[in-house]
Each structure stands twice: as structure tokens, then as C-alpha cells.
């Protein structure tokens, strides 16, 4: 079975923390992908890779940046958190042969 | 117009009845199709790829119609489990990787 690992169920930070959200795939899959999903606003795309070193910004990614130094794992980091990214974290790797994206549990941030 | 639509929700339903989420895809470039299921405050979950013949899981049936942009699900005997919610998704071919997911119908199952 895939495994998709993310570093914390929960987190809270204040206000302009730097904050770290690792994500680690055990499948060697190449891509990878970091969501946030909002209550009536769905999944939103913040960043993917597809290479290690690679990165591709989705449709979000302003106030994040992300890192990928290892083909498992997959960081997103925001450099100066606000209340406005209290969200639900998710991030998936898909393979390139078939698209299905497999999903980490998710890391609830609430920045106060 | 959403690129990825699919019927608002919520679906209220009794154990066994029989229910059928629709949903339509703006981009004919649109390359491959799926539906995930998310449970309450959890990740989205693979329940089964479409492909154009039509595919059966099960209870599960999905549909896909290229020439009118619209996928379907079908659940039949629908259980308490069931109760989700239901993304549709669909993955553009643009010469770059674009996955584009729908709102979700939320499906509640009642004894």
C-alpha cells in the first residue's frame, strides 16, 4: 500500500512564524503535490514537483514556498504565517503511469 | 463556469436506496477521470478510476460520456458507510500535469 506521511495532525503558530510541513512517500512516486482545502472553496493546488529539485507553482502559491531535496519528501514552508492560512494541509504523489493521486492524512494549521 | 462541476448536495438517502452523482468537465483536453471519496475531517481516498467502457466496483458503478464532457457514479445498496463526501476529478492533458478537482457532493445514508 502507498504511505504518505505528513509531519503533524495538528499545529498551532502565531503570526509571522516561519512554518515547516514535511511530507514523506514511500512509493517512489515522482510527483508530488501540496493542497490546502477550505470549507466551500475544495482542494486548492499550492505547489507540485515532478523531479527532485523541480517546482511547479499551482494556483495559490503566493505567501509559500516549497522544498524538494529528496525524491520522498516534499516541504512547504511558509515564511511568515497569517491568520489567512488556517487551513487543512494536504499533500499527495501520484506516479506518472496512472495519475491517482494517494493523499497524507492532512495537518490542521491554525495560526492565531 | 467551474472547470469541474458537480451537483451541489447534500444527498439524504435511507440504507439501500440506490443514488447517482453527476458530473461535467469543461476541457476537452480533459485525459483521465476518477472519483475519490472523503470522509469527514479526514484525506481524500481513491475509489475508483473511469474509464470510457464504464467501470463496476462492486456496488460502485462510474460512467464516463467524452462526448458530452460528463462522468457519472452510481451506488447502489447504499450502505451507512457510504455517507461521504464525493469529489469528482479529473487530470488535463496540457502537455504539463493539471489535476482538477471538483467541490464534492456530500451523501448522507440514514437507517
Known amino acids: 500500500d502507498v504511505k504518505v506521511t505528513q509531519s503533524s495532525r495538528y499545529l498551532v503558530k502565531r503570526t509571522g512564524e516561519k512554518v515547516f510541513l514535511e511530507c514523506v512517500q514511500d512509493m517512489d512516486h515522482e510527483n508530488m503535490f501540496w493542497y490546502r482545502q477550505d470549507p466551500g472553496l475544495g482542494l486548492r493546488l499550492i505547489y507540485f514537483?515532478?523531479?527532485?529539485?523541480?517546482?511547479e507553482k499551482g494556483d495559490i502559491p503566493e505567501g509559500y514556498s516549497v522544498s524538494r531535496e529528496k525524491k520522498e519528501r516534499f516541504s512547504l514552508i511558509l515564511e511568515s504565517a497569517s491568520t489567512n492560512q488556517t487551513s487543512m494541509y494536504l499533500c499527495?504523489?501520484?506516479?506518472?503511469?496512472?495519475?491517482?493521486?494517494?493523499f497524507g492524512p492532512g495537518t490542521r494549521l491554525t495560526v492565531t | 463556469r467551474k472547470e469541474v462541476e458537480q451537483d451541489p448536495g447534500p444527498f439524504n438517502v435511507p440504507e439501500g436506496a440506490t443514488v447517482a452523482f453527476n458530473c461535467t468537465y469543461s476541457n476537452s483536453a480533459s485525459q483521465s477521470f476518477f472519483w475519490y471519496r472523503q470522509d469527514c475531517r479526514k484525506e481524500p481516498k481513491l475509489l475508483m478510476s473511469?474509464?470510457?467502457s464504464g467501470n463496476e466496483d462492486g456496488r460502485f458503478t462510474a460512467q464516463l460520456n467524452r462526448a458530452s464532457q460528463y462522468i457519472s457514479l452510481l451506488i447502489r445498496d447504499s450502505k451507512l458507510s457510504d455517507s461521504a463526501t464525493y469529489l469528482c476529478?479529473?487530470?488535463?492533458?496540457?502537455?504539463?500535469?493539471?489535476?482538477?478537482f471538483g467541490a464534492g457532493t456530500r451523501l448522507f445514508v440514514k437507517a
Open positions: 473511469v474509464y470510457s
Open positions: 499527495a504523489s501520484t506516479p506518472w503511469t496512472t495519475y491517482e493521486q494517494y
Open positions: 514537483s515532478y523531479d527532485v529539485k523541480m517546482k
Open positions: 476529478v479529473v487530470n488535463l492533458n496540457t502537455g504539463g500535469f493539471k489535476t482538477i
